[in-house]
């Protein structure tokens, strides 16, 4: 054969899974200028093969469209893992305990931390004199601990006091500096603009240990199968770092950046957002805006048709929720996808109000306009009505399964269940009436919130339950999906939701972004699947991953 009409990537002896309805399986894939060129059996070697045609035999591991993570936040989480992993803590002694330790461990007066649940305080309220004194009192070390949520997080005293928080503060956003009735900072700070107040003084990394960092998650990222991500934060500083590493070489997976749009911004505001989606790199490129409707359930910041238990969780995020409606508009109008995190059914439904009217995106060969529809994230409760309308609206509904699996128990004993109570909690992360109203829906990790192995999603999503624990009972069980669903939300619904048809499926002419794990995702048990070694990680024709 030629070397023209030579492949440059021949697949072999795999078991591959199409998910193109006009041929569900085959043995082989050819791969070419980054594009699949033929899907068959033997009859591709003999037809593709050249003498610079790398050939890898996949020993009858499964070949699947490459896995997408629907919701990430991988350069954030530069921020908001930073410190020591507190996601196994779950009590104050074992808490204090940590503190204590990482306090005679500093040595620059700083303790940081992420992961920890609200449950490990009494009544699900972080307070800073809990800990003080395992930090070493009201002088000692500066701590900063994010919550699980990471849209809260507890300062110590001696942080508030060195970072001048000293009573309420007001906020374009419902931030909040939790006080006591006399005025005095908890050390709770709510949302992110109370959180920044504390956070400007954390130590920061150098740039070069900003890309290295950066590099190492994503080849773990890729490690772990996944293709690409779609990036759910960003700014100014975020895409000059995406562009400095790129520089570094090519990036081991792609992003789908939305940057943030924040409540108080103004027209010249949104006009640079319109202006940051000609930004791209090689294997990045923004493509939408970010904003939030309301805030956490836990934190008590969710906009709920009704109050919680602690009469919290009434109002959106932005103070004039008629100021995101025009936001959205008006980057609707630039053409522009907007993602919308929605936890509660109040901020659901004030969202559907403003997106359904907005239509459908525009065909790919159409006129200038929106390529992809809106998205909802999260939807952590919902009712039967609103379940209906996303289904019949054409929005993209995005929802992350271990949020369910890994944080909420089935007796409802867990501060999101307390707060909602039995009926709303019971509604909680309706993926598969979703999937029945009709509604495409992504699937994702929200890392680091969770974390970002697909293989461990999707086994959730089947099991309503950590797949590593058996004994566990399911949340929600009437809410667990197919496998052949759960592959479907890390595949082709990724693509979709990004208008792009290219994706999602292995047939002629779809871009060569692949997946090779060892277990059939569609036949293999939850628990198998997870153990399920990731054999090949393929982006673009270009392996980014191999275990031989």
């Known amino acids: 054969m030629s070397t023209s009409s030579a492949a440059d990537l021949l697949l072999v002896d795999a078991d591959v899974v199409t998910l193109d309805p006009a041929r569900p399986r085959a043995s082989a894939v050819a791969v070419a200028r980054g594009v699949v060129v033929d899907v068959g059996g033997e009859e591709v070697v003999e037809r593709w093969r050249g003498s610079r045609t790398e050939v890898v035999a996949l020993g009858g591991a499964a070949l699947t469209p490459g896995w997408v993570d629907g919701h990430s936040h991988p350069v954030g989480s530069l921020t908001m893992s930073a410190g020591a992993d507190l996601t196994g803590v779950r009590t104050l002694e074992q808490l204090r305990d940590r503190l204590a330790q990482l306090a005679r461990e500093s040595t620059d007066g700083w303790v940081q931390g992420w992961g920890l649940v609200p449950d490990v305080f009494p009544g699900g309220v972080p307070r800073a004199d809990l800990v003080d004194d395992a930090l070493g009192g009201p002088g000692g070390a500066r701590a900063l601990l994010r919550m699980a949520d990471v849209h809260s997080a507890l300062a110590s005293t001696a942080l508030l006091r060195a970072a001048g928080i000293d009573g309420p503060r007001r906020f374009p956003s419902a931030s909040e500096v939790v006080c006591d009735p006399d005025g005095s900072p908890t050390g709770f700070l709510l949302e992110w603009d109370a959180v920044a107040l504390a956070d400007r003084l954390a130590p920061s990394l150098p740039d070069d240990q900003l890309r290295s960092r950066l590099r190492a998650l994503l080849d773990d990222m890729a490690a772990q199968g996944l293709v690409g991500a779609h990036v759910m934060d960003g700014d100014a500083a975020s895409l000059g770092l995406l562009d400095r590493l790129e520089d570094d070489g090519d990036l081991p997976l792609r992003l789908r950046v939305a940057p943030f749009c924040t409540p108080g911004v103004d027209d010249d505001g949104v006009a640079e957002l319109v202006a940051w989606q000609e930004r791209a790199g090689r294997r990045w490129r923004v493509a939408g805006v970010k904003l939030m409707i309301d805030g956490t359930i836990d934190g008590g ?146 890392w680091p919130v969770a974390h970002f192995d697909a293989r461990a999603i999707m086994a959730a999503a089947q099991l309503r339950r950590p797949v590593e624990d058996d004994d566990a009972p399911p949340v929600g069980p009437d809410q667990a999906i197919s496998a052949a669903a759960a592959l479907a939300g890390y595949t082709r619904a990724p693509a979709l939701a990004a208008g792009d048809a290219a994706r999602g499926a292995i047939r002629v002419g779809a871009a060569a972004d692949l997946t090779a794990v060892g277990l059939d995702p569609l036949t293999a048990t939850p628990a198998d699947l997870a153990a399920a070694p990731v054999v090949l990680t393929v982006v673009g024709g270009t392996p980014v991953h191999r275990t031989h």
């Not at 109040?346 to 525009?362: I, M, N």
């Open 301 to 446: 910041t969710a906009w709920l048709d009704h109050p919680d238990a602690n009469g919290e969780s009434t109002a959106s995020f932005w103070r004039d929720p008629q100021a995101y409606a025009r936001a959205v508009r008006t980057l609707d109008a630039a053409g522009v996808p907007t993602v919308t995190h929605a936890i509660g059914d109040g901020g659901a439904r004030f969202v559907l109000d403003v997106l359904e009217p907005l239509g459908p995106p525009v065909p790919a060969d159409g006129a200038p306009g929106r390529r992809a529809a809106h998205r909802l994230e999260h939807l952590e409760t919902l009712p039967d009505d609103l379940v209906t309308r996303i289904g019949r609206s054409g929005l993209t509904a995005s929802v992350q399964p271990t949020h369910c699996s890994h944080f909420v128990a089935a007796d409802g004993s867990d501060n999101w269940s307390v707060r909602l109570g039995p009926e709303r909690a019971a509604h909680g992360w309706r993926v598969r009436d979703l999937l029945d109203a009709g509604a495409l829906v992504v699937l994702g990790s929200d």
